[in-house]
């Protein structure tokens, strides 16, 4: 057994990563979970703090403080039941989180390193399911009311246990083949193994939730002859109506995500091999599962990434696995510094300058550089990027700096700059008010939290609030779910992601 509160005389030790050079000849996840001992002595570095900051900060409310000491105690599976008490996907969370609450961690004011929380619950899952901790919800009886939900990503997935699990009869119609929206095709496997997903829909599916993939949900059938925007994907086989689902369901819940991809209408932007980041990653993740090669082939080629967040890092990743000649990020931000005063920031983010898995493996960054168009020497097929350096001012203005025009060679270019709100054609005729940034509109607090403008239909995740983060998704599926149980139920408390 750790010694708890051992903060004054154990340091912080990392997971284990594989090394660069053997991690990017494979797809596999190369962050190795803690052992026992190491997860116990790191929960141990806890100080179990009167007012836990981490706590505050984690869109799900996780209770560190408690699960630390629990795991310093070896009282592994009270740790594993006071986890899942607020997190009902730690082994998502666990993985790919970018631990919000770390930052806000009270021993990051005074050691080089907070508390490693995000480490601690990928342990405490992993021993669960090693140990047979892990065991199926039985839900005693079923009320007789349905829900529809559309989208099967973290935020449809937590609505669904949840509802599930609260007795009503829950169906999830998916478009794309498989299951887990970006949990599957957009994020990488060597940062989530696709098993580690199969596995928690698997538990799923024996708790009592039908799933249907490959199914596209529409606002009329008149809206299932268009085609949808470029750039968002389907496999669909089948196209049920709102409208249906309406007549059959209690509620419908839409968790569709933001799939619209931000595009760079810039001269050239036509040109061959110019590709949005989720057509490689999709495809990656499609090979990988055994489903056809990838089409767009960087082995040898000079590629270049346009973005600067966690997407532009995994084309990075895949890029460097499938053996590109070189990779080059353009992000337009400035660079940050590599570290503030904590004091001086804390408990809020640090805006400093973070280097990814992906970017450590082999990456040209170059900062405060905007793409201003693309240019090809046969006239076909892309082979400069052409850019400018650029200076932020006030009201995030950007100004381009005379004389810093540059060209960068490219065989491929990915654009991963973001993702700006669902498809507007999917759910064209439905009515449903959206907000400026054309998310589905909902409050996300009092007794309408997460209904749309038409009160049976609910909304949740990243197509409500716009692109987001894994744990925000989860948060906000199961506050929704909370509340369509209320709408249907008539309870009278409230509730709120
Ligand atoms: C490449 C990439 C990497 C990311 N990495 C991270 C990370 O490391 N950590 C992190 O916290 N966040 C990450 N994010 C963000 C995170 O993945 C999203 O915020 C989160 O998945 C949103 O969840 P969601 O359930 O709202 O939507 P999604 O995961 O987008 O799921 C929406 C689902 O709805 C389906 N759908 C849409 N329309 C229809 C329709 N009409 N009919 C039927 N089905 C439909 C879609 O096919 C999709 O499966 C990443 C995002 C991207 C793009
Ligand atoms: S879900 Fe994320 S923010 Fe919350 S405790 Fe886990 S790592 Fe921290």
């Not at 284990?16 to 803690?34: D, G, K, N, W």
């Not at 009515?431 to 054309?438: A, C, I, P, S």
């Amino acid at each position: 057994m750790a010694k708890e509160r051992a903060f004054l005389e154990v340091d912080f030790v990392p997971e284990h990563h594989e090394s660069v050079a053997t991690r990017t000849q494979h797809f596999h996840e190369f962050i190795s979970t803690l052992s026992d001992s190491e997860a116990q002595t790191q929960a141990s570095r806890c100080m179990d703090c009167g007012i836990p900051f981490c706590q505050h900060r984690c869109p799900l409310h996780n209770d560190m403080p408690d699960f630390n000491r629990l795991v310093a105690a070896g009282r592994w599976e009270e740790a594993y039941s006071t986890l899942i008490a607020s997190n009902d996907f730690p082994e998502i969370t666990g993985r790919i989180c970018p631990a919000l609450c770390q930052e806000s961690c009270c021993l990051g004011l005074y050691e080089p390193k907070e508390v490693g929380i995000k480490s601690i619950e990928r342990k405490i899952i992993e021993y669960a399911y090693a140990n047979g901790l892990v065991q199926n919800f039985k839900v005693s009886s079923y009320n007789g009311q349905k829900v529809a939900i559309v989208g099967s990503g973290p935020a449809a997935l937590a609505c669904a246990l949840t509802l599930n699990r609260l007795g009503f009869k829950v169906s999830v119609f998916e478009k794309m083949d498989k299951l887990g929206g970006l949990l599957r095709y957009g994020i990488p496997d060597f940062k989530l193994s696709k098993e580690v997903l199969d596995r928690k829909i698997k538990q799923m599916v024996q708790e009592g939730v039908s799933f249907y993939p490959s199914t596209l949900v529409v606002s009329t059938a008149q809206a299932a002859t268009t085609q949808l925007e470029q750039g968002i994907h389907s496999d669909h086989r089948q196209v049920i109506t709102l409208a249906e689902l309406k007549d059959q369901y209690d509620a419908v819940v839409l968790a569709t995500g933001s799939e619209t991809p931000r595009d760079l209408k810039l001269p050239g932007r036509e040109l061959q091999g110019i590709h949005f980041a989720l057509d490689f990653l999709i495809a990656q993740n499609k090979e990988n599962q055994g489903q056809g090669l990838n089409p767009i082939n960087v082995k040898g080629k000079k590629v270049v990434v346009i973005g600067g967040g966690e997407t532009a890092s995994d084309c990075i990743g895949v890029a460097i696995r499938k053996g590109a000649a070189s990779v080059t990020q353009l992000d337009y931000h400035e660079e940050l510094p590599e570290s503030v005063n904590v004091r001086e920031v804390w408990p809020h983010p640090r805006h400093i300058k973070h280097t990814s898995t992906s970017q450590e493996e082999g990456c040209t960054r170059l900062f405060a550089t905007n793409t201003t168009s693309f240019s090809a020497k046969d006239g076909k097929n892309v082979s400069l990027v052409h850019t400018v350096k650029v200076k932020w001012g006030p009201g995030r203005k950007i100004t381009p700096l005379k004389g810093t025009e540059d060209k960068i060679e490219a065989d491929v270019v990915l654009i991963a700059m973001g993702y700006a709100h669902p498809s507007l054609k999917a759910f064209a005729e439905s009515g449903l008010q959206r907000d400026e940034r054309h998310n589905f509109k909902a409050a996300t607090t009092g007794k309408d939290a997460y209904q749309s403008s038409d009160p049976k239909v609910f909304v949740t995740g990243d197509c409500r609030r716009g692109q987001s983060l894994v744990v925000y998704a989860l948060a906000e599926g199961r506050a929704c779910a909370l509340s369509v149980y209320q709408h249907l139920q008539a309870l009278p408390q409230q509730c709120s992601a």
